[in-house]
């Protein structure tokens, strides 16, 4: 009689392990089996233009009051180069984590399912098998590593390809970058909103920030869709205008002078007007399979992006020089020295005159607050994004006996950590843009251009470096770039590290000998 309980004890047993080993052993479809969808493409190519967009049709033009045109020129399409190298860079080490992620979660997976719970406490303990196919549906549910596990950010790639002090250096200079960038968008929004509504802007920053925060950290779930149809508006407006601008540019016919001993002037505001949209891809990468050809066209919606950014911005450029003086009372040096964005004197050459166009007034105004209040949840989301990746990466198990205020903090849970790094962020984006209210050119062309060289000139470039090593090369991915772009790298590094070191010598000059 024993030994017939013994047997049937040990036939239970048998039974519990099959059905637990399936439960954990499941068949997993790869990402890579699901085409990416067409929407992911178009909202990328919208992304990438929002993001970079505003700032070269409102600052640009301001930095040729002593260039011209054809000096300009040459400098951003050398920084257009430049940063679709980046680009190129950044879908590359997107990749190789991303495939790295898969492979530690499949190998994690694999270790735990060989013994992921002892089959004798369970036949000891009475569970039934329903009980333990419910256990074993909740341990992968609730498991940390099935949450969010597929998505990489700016920081998750400081910490796989630097080092890890050079990981915390990497962190600084994108939130640098993401604060200074942000706090312009919200100067020139609060201006563009005071000359729309007749209000004075300084009370205007306030509203401004935080109800777009709100806007960011609240409706992710729509914000690829709302960027989207506000950037294709935005674009149907900025193609109007232009096209209006291109008219009383040929009327006016001003002639404008190209000087080659300025070219440097429109050099530091020209890396952050084509720049930025490298912190934005790891948010449209998430959603992107990792399929050859679907990465190509991801990578071909990029770089067609930047593409009509630059030839939009040409164009601007060059009939603003056409219409606007490059000195005197109302002209693009007057506008540089308040800290005005370009249409500002462009809206006042014709209303004084062009009475005919008037209405032009109108319409860049509704552009203006359009660009801006796209550019800054734009921004605001890549900001967001590299956040919640802190967020991912700091989170441990809250030790019970734990008193110390300082550990508590560390070990608070995921939601808290999110609104305290929010409430944190916008909070010093508002008080940085309350307290340089004329700051707009200032901020975008120093410090902005400075944070966003540092990241992808110096950082990038070393990331794309260590990324070819043996240590990496085990993790293939679906499009690796040829040899000769990658050797780009140099040329990049170089040409970044080259314009940080002019930045810091621009300041230093107008800091000790009043150079401007």
């Given at each position: 009689?024993?030994?017939?309980?013994?047997?049937?004890?040990?036939?239970?047993?048998?039974?519990l392990r099959e059905i637990n080993l399936k439960s954990w052993i499941k068949p997993r479809t790869p990402e890579t089996s699901q085409k990416t969808p067409l929407f992911i493409y178009i909202s990328t190519f919208f992304i990438v233009i929002a993001t970079v967009l505003g700032t070269g049709i409102l600052g640009v033009p301001v930095k040729l009051a002593k260039t011209g045109?054809?000096?300009?020129?040459?400098?951003y399409s050398i920084c257009f180069l430049m940063q679709c190298l980046v680009l190129f860079f950044i879908v590359e080490l997107l990749q190789r984590a991303k495939v790295a992620q898969n492979q530690a979660h499949e190998d994690s997976d694999e270790d735990e399912s060989l013994n992921p719970i002892t089959m004798s406490d369970l036949g000891s303990s009475g569970v039934s098998l329903e009980e333990t196919d419910q256990?074993?549906?909740?341990?992968?549910?609730?498991?940390?590593?099935?949450?969010?596990?597929?998505?990489?950010?700016?920081?998750?790639?400081?910490?796989?390809?630097?080092?890890?002090?050079?990981?915390?250096?990497?962190?600084?200079?994108?939130?640098?970058?993401?604060?200074?960038?942000?706090?312009?968008?919200?100067?020139?929004?609060?201006?563009?909103?005071?000359?729309?509504?007749?209000?004075?802007?300084?009370?205007?920053?306030?509203?401004?920030?935080?109800?777009?925060?709100?806007?960011?950290?609240?409706?992710?779930?729509?914000?690829?869709?709302?960027?989207?149809?506000?950037?294709?508006t935005k674009g149907s407006v900025l193609v109007l205008v232009v096209f209006i601008t291109v008219i009383v540019g040929n009327e006016a016919n001003s002639d404008s002078v190209s000087d080659f001993t300025y070219v440097g002037r429109p050099f530091l505001i020209s890396t952050v007007a084509l720049g930025g949209a490298v912190n934005l891809i790891p948010v449209c990468f998430t959603k992107v399979s990792l399929i050859r050809f679907d990465l190509k066209k991801f990578m071909m919606s990029i770089l067609l992006a930047e593409f009509v950014v630059w030839i939009l911005n040409v164009i601007w450029c060059f009939y603003i020089l056409k219409i606007v003086p490059q000195s005197g009372d109302i002209s693009l040096m007057s506008a540089e020295r308040e800290g005005q964005i370009a249409t500002i004197p462009l809206v006042q050459i014709i209303q004084q005159q062009f009475p005919q166009y008037n209405w032009i007034a109108t319409l860049i105004n509704v552009f203006i607050v359009l660009s801006i209040t796209v550019s800054f949840i734009t921004m605001s989301t890549g900001m967001k994004h590299v956040l919640e990746g802190f967020v991912r990466s700091s989170q441990q198990e809250y030790p019970i006996t734990t008193t110390n205020f300082l550990d508590r903090l560390k070990y608070m849970g995921p939601n808290s950590k999110r609104a305290l790094l929010f409430i944190l962020s916008f909070g010093i984006i508002y008080v940085l843009a309350q307290t340089n209210p004329k700051g707009f050119i200032i901020v975008l062309e120093y410090f902005t251009s400075f944070a966003l060289n540092v990241e992808i000139g110096i950082f990038v470039s070393f990331m794309m470096g260590y990324s070819r090593t043996s240590k990496w090369q085990q993790y293939t991915i679906p499009y690796e770039l040829p040899r000769w772009l990658y050797k780009m790298r140099y040329a990049a590094m170089f040409f970044f590290t080259f314009a940080i070191i002019y930045d810091v010598a621009i300041v230093c000059a107008a800091i000790f000998f009043d150079y401007s």
């Open positions: 009689m024993e030994d017939n309980i013994v047997k049937d004890e040990k036939d239970k047993n048998e039974t045109f054809y000096p300009f020129f040459v400098t256990a074993n549906h909740e341990n992968v549910i609730q498991s940390p590593r099935n949450t969010s596990n597929n998505i990489v950010d700016l920081h998750l790639l400081g910490k796989l390809f630097l080092p890890k002090k050079a990981t915390r250096l990497f962190d600084v200079a994108i939130m640098v970058q993401f604060f200074s960038i942000i706090v312009s968008y919200a100067l020139a929004g609060a201006e563009a909103y005071g000359h729309l509504f007749s209000v004075n802007y300084e009370f205007l920053i306030l509203p401004f920030v935080f109800l777009f925060a709100l806007v960011v950290i609240f409706g992710a779930q729509f914000i690829q869709a709302i960027i989207s149809v506000l950037t294709f």
